[in-house]
């Protein structure tokens, strides 16, 4: 299989890149790790009238941490940096849980966070993580550069808000005021399928008590889930195994899953309420 | 190059500017004029005449075409040959010596880590990725360092196996101290 034909740029620079988009007109597409993007390029699924390569842009491979807590991940970073990354065990556990289980070890040496996210497929990893930790994504195009939360971002499947001549170039995760835990757990058939369920949790703790907690699906709905209802039932008091029992059943309430060849919509549904009841299970033995 | 899309009728002829692209392949500094859309495993099959790198699925699953690109393991079906313009690209046929199978190789065959070895070529490259970056693993390592690599053949146990011989036989050819 090969794509459709394609004008191919690799710009030096931002600005170049940005000027090759506001030529393209709506017809050109970014192109990163590609790990996404290519397969749909082969299927023909996409057929764009010119590739613009960000890969030799310099200075969009890092990921880091500001003073506040902030984290910042880079348009060029790469997954296996995450999965290798010092900065995420320490710091941010629901990230570092998830990093491991994308994709499989190949894909993730090309595959970017910022470009899943951008990819909005329903059943990515990155997303759910993401909207479970309040962050956003932050794009620059001709008219400067502005932060998108990333609820807003993906504006439904394969869609995100970015005008034609936007890059994205950043992922942020806003810093903690409590500790930071939580974590990452994905089913699926074998490695490197899309999830048939995955859930993010991540809570931020002061003192026993839950001070922050966002909780979001992926693979059971038409776009990422984000469980405000379940999160909102943890905050403000203590992980006690009633709130974890009343979060999980109201996140499972939360999906929408469909019955397909993956599993019956029950039993993604059950997942739901066990991954988050395991999630939590395990915040509680390791604070203790 | 045009001839690496001689099947494709269907479409116009449509005036693309074709890419130089250089590249080190294997130790070798290799150049082509390559359309945008040919993909790294071509280039190298059809236009470099390196037929070890296998396509499979050709849909990013299978891990037969896995390449090194600058010492990290990619499925070079998944990469277009424009982007490895200045990189270096190691395949199946750059493992061995001039007179002597690479460690991972005798493995293979020591432990018979291959049955119909379609999938082998993909298989050594990401074990030599993971030798390079860790050359102790366990059993499980090896094992988590393969999971984006499919055999239909073997079970994967001898595969295993193989790579955790070769690391061996790296180990003892480290100079001591």
Redesign the interface.
């Known amino acids: 299989?090969?794509?459709?034909?394609?004008?191919?740029e690799?710009p030096r620079s931002i600005e170049d890149a940005i000027a090759l988009l506001r030529d393209g007109d709506g017809e050109a597409k970014v192109?990163a790790g590609?790990?996404s993007l290519?397969?749909l390029?082969?299927?023909r699924f996409a057929a764009p009238e010119m590739?613009v390569?960000i890969?030799n842009l310099p200075g969009l491979d890092y990921h880091r941490v500001d003073p506040d807590g902030t984290i910042r991940v880079g348009a060029l970073c790469r997954h296996?940096d995450l999965e290798r990354s010092a900065i995420l065990a320490a710091k941010q556990p629901t990230m570092a849980a998830a990093a491991p289980l994308i994709?499989?070890?190949?894909?993730r040496?090309?595959g970017t966070l910022v470009g899943s996210l951008c990819h909005a497929d329903p059943q990515g990893d990155w997303a759910a993580v993401v909207t479970a930790l309040g962050g956003s994504v932050v794009a620059q195009g001709s008219a400067g550069r502005r932060a998108i939360p990333v609820a807003d971002f993906v504006s439904g499947p394969f869609q995100n808000v970015l005008a034609p001549d936007e890059i994205a170039v950043e992922a942020v995760i806003p810093g903690p005021t409590g500790s930071p835990a939580g974590g990452y757990l994905k089913l699926e058939r074998r490695?490197?399928d899309f999830a048939t369920v995955g859930t993010a949790v991540a809570l931020e703790l002061a003192g026993g008590v839950v001070t922050r907690a966002g909780i979001a699906l992926t693979g059971v709905g038409g776009s990422t889930i984000n469980a405000t209802d379940a999160a909102s039932a943890l905050v403000g008091g203590p992980l006690t195994a009633d709130a974890i029992g009343r979060a999980a059943d109201l996140a499972a309430t939360a999906a929408q899953p469909r019955t397909d060849h993956r599993g019956s919509a029950d039993y993604k549904r059950h997942i739901v309420r066990t991954f988050v009841e395991r999630i939590l299970t395990r915040v509680t033995r390791e604070a203790a | 190059m045009s001839s690496l899309f001689e099947e494709v009728v269907e479409e116009p002829a449509v005036q693309v500017p074709v890419k130089r692209v250089s590249m080190t392949v294997n130790g070798a500094r290799r150049t082509a004029d390559v359309e945008p859309r040919l993909l790294l495993a071509h280039l190298l099959r059809q236009g470099f005449g390196l037929t070890g790198t296998h396509t499979g699925c050709d849909t990013s699953n299978c891990g037969a075409c896995t390449v090194l690109f600058d010492g990290k393991a990619i499925k070079s079906c998944t990469m277009l040959a424009v982007q490895a313009d200045g990189h270096e690209v190691t395949t199946v046929e750059g493992l061995a010596g001039p007179s002597e199978l690479h460690p991972i190789q005798e493995g293979f065959k020591d432990e018979h880590g291959l049955q119909c070895g379609f999938c082998t070529p993909g298989m050594m490259l990401a074990a030599k990725a993971l030798l390079d970056e860790n050359p102790d693993p366990t059993e499980d390592e090896v094992r988590w360092a393969l999971s984006g690599n499919l055999c239909r053949c073997t079970g994967y146990q001898n595969i295993v196996k193989s790579v955790l011989w070769a690391a061996k036989k790296l180990q003892s050819q480290q100079p001591a101290g």
């Open positions: 299989m090969y794509p459709t034909r394609f004008r191919y690799a192109l590609g790990q290519v397969p390029l082969k299927l590739l390569d890969n296996a994709a499989d070890p190949i894909v040496n090309r490695v490197g």
